[in-house]
């Protein structure tokens, strides 16, 4: 199978650097091919501005999603643009790799996503009527594709348990599973998440390693998490709110996820 490590980290010689060496090792000797974008390493433009569009006129107004769908429709997207949104179609499953900076990725990895994932490429894309509002949330460009999050923390892990005061680590990543992931039509694994990184010697790495080469063995095996495809019919089209007789008095990221397990 093909797989996309994207990896955010400006450091090779870190733990996360380390991590990502095992991946690659891992992976390739399990028979994947196997791709790695380092985007401090390709020192990644993360800004998404007018320049993304070779061909935009010096003085004209910039206009993000409508300047995306132009350039994306017309061939004139920058080529790192265009070089990582073709990895993006050649691969299996894709790996995000990053440290948990301010409770969110890192700057020049949602750099990425802002720029990669342009306007009809994975998202303003499928019909809108009254009974589908686009192709999101479980449909899109990446379906049948599986992602998975790799997230290091100096942390403990109960900070980021049911009642840890960091809130709950499933709660700090819903907005890149659910939205930067689901969003485009990305199957989820649940995160592997390594905690007190500060605190990782030999032995803690030879834990690590094996832990990852478990989540790493069974990202095209293992049961994504739950979370409700937009055009199934849970939602209301087109307010897109949940129907009032699902998780009737619950509101929160909770009611997002089918508690069938999408059986």
């Known amino acids: 199978m093909n797989i996309l490590l994207v990896y955010a980290h400006p450091e090779p010689r870190s733990l996360n650097g380390a991590l990502r060496d095992f991946s690659v090792r891992h992976l390739e000797q399990a028979g994947h091919a196997v791709q790695v974008s380092d985007l401090y390493a390709m020192r990644w433009k993360a800004a998404l501005d007018a320049d ?120 700090i990543l819903f907005p890149i599973q659910h939205g930067v992931l689901f ?26 390693c094996d832990a990852l080469g478990r989540r790493l063995d069974g990202l095209f095996t293992d049961r994504p998490i739950p979370f409700r495809r937009q055009n199934a019919g849970d939602y209301r089209i087109p307010e897109l709110e949940l129907r009032a007789d699902l998780a009737p008095g619950a509101s929160g990221f909770g009611i997002h996820l089918d508690p069938s397990g999408g059986a």
């Open 183 to 208: 969003y485009p039509g990305f199957e989820v694994l649940p995160p592997h998440v390594v905690y007190r990184t500060g605190r990782v010697d030999g032995a803690g790495f030879a834990q690590a």
């Open 52 to 171: 993304d569009d070779v061909a935009h006129a010096a003085g004209e107004r910039f206009r993000a999603a409508e300047d995306s769908l132009r350039a994306f429709g017309c061939g004139t997207q920058r080529a790192d643009m265009v070089r990582e949104q073709e990895k993006l179609l050649w691969a299996d499953a894709v790996v995000l790799q990053f440290p948990l900076w301010w409770f969110s990725m890192p700057a020049i990895l949602k750099g990425w996503v802002d720029r990669v994932y342009a306007c009809g490429f994975a998202y303003g894309v499928g019909e809108h009527s009254d009974t589908h509002w686009g192709d999101r949330y479980g449909e899109g460009t990446l379906a049948g594709r599986r992602a998975m999050l790799v997230v290091t923390a100096g942390g403990w892990e109960p900070h980021y348990g049911p009642r840890g005061i960091n809130g709950p680590i499933g709660d």
